[in-house]
């Protein structure tokens, strides 16, 4: 069974603090892992899709990295906007759906 | 371009009755789903359809069914709602089911009494 762990459950940092969410997976091949952004009251906003162990793909302050057993979500200086719940998730290559661990819960205050 | 669209936003039933909710979206994507979000237990994939006229069970299906009407439209109805069908209703689409990004709607938030 596909599994996804998010730690940590909730995070607080002050603006500027960098820091990185952790997604650690459990999967029987793995055909993509997927970033999501969810704000209160909002469906999950796409940020990324990883293919593979070693790639890397970056937007503004958020770089997300994959390896065989985790993935994290770098945030870089990060700004009060950027509070928001982060979601993973996993599709296996024998499957079709997607699998979502919990998500962290991010607050950046100013 | 409004993406995925989902009505109502908001609604209310008593046990027992019934309701329908709609999806639509203007991506041309082959493939739609029905999510459900509950607290600590993540996002949870009740019926997909992978093209227009095939629609298949996911995680959590029962007490629930679903309709592609066309290629822009799939809805979600419950035939006698129950109170663990409180929740909050997320359709997406993508373009296909193998690796393709899934782009998600508002959502709608059913309470049921």
């Known amino acids: 069974e596909d599994q996804v762990t998010q730690s940590p459950e909730a995070l607080r940092l002050q603006e500027g603090e960098s820091s990185s969410l952790n997604c650690s997976y459990t999967?029987?091949?793995?055909?993509?892992l997927f970033w999501y952004r969810q704000d209160p009251g909002k469906g999950p906003e796409f940020l990324f899709t990883?293919?593979?162990a070693g790639e890397e793909k970056e937007k503004e302050r958020l770089k997300a990295t994959l390896t065989k057993k985790e993935s994290f979500l770098h945030i870089t200086a990060p700004k009060p906007e950027d509070s928001a719940t982060y979601l993973c998730?996993?599709?296996?290559?024998?499957?079709?759906?997607?699998?979502f661990g919990e998500g962290t819960q991010l607050t950046v205050n100013p | 371009n409004a993406g995925v669209t989902q009505t109502p936003k908001f609604q209310v039933l008593k046990t027992g009755q019934s309701m329908t909710l709609q999806c639509a979206q203007d991506?041309?994507?082959?493939?739609m789903y029905w999510y459900r979000q509950d607290p600590g237990m993540g996002l949870r994939l009740i019926y997909y359809?992978?093209?227009?006229?095939?629609?298949d069970k996911g995680e959590v299906p029962n007490g629930y069914n679903v309709s592609r009407l066309n290629k822009r439209e799939f809805s979600l109805r419950l035939e006698s709602a129950a109170p663990s069908q409180t929740s909050v209703y997320f359709c997406?689409?993508?373009?296909?089911?193998?690796?393709?990004?899934?782009?998600f709607g508002p959502g709608t938030r059913l309470t049921v009494l």
């Open positions: 998730a996993v599709q296996a290559s024998s499957g079709s759906r997607l699998t």
């Open positions: 997406a689409s993508s373009e296909g089911l193998a690796g393709d990004t899934q782009y």
């Open positions: 990883l293919y593979s």
């Open positions: 359809s992978a093209s227009e006229g095939t629609t």
């Open positions: 999967v029987s091949g793995l055909r993509g």
């Open positions: 991506m041309n994507h082959n493939s």
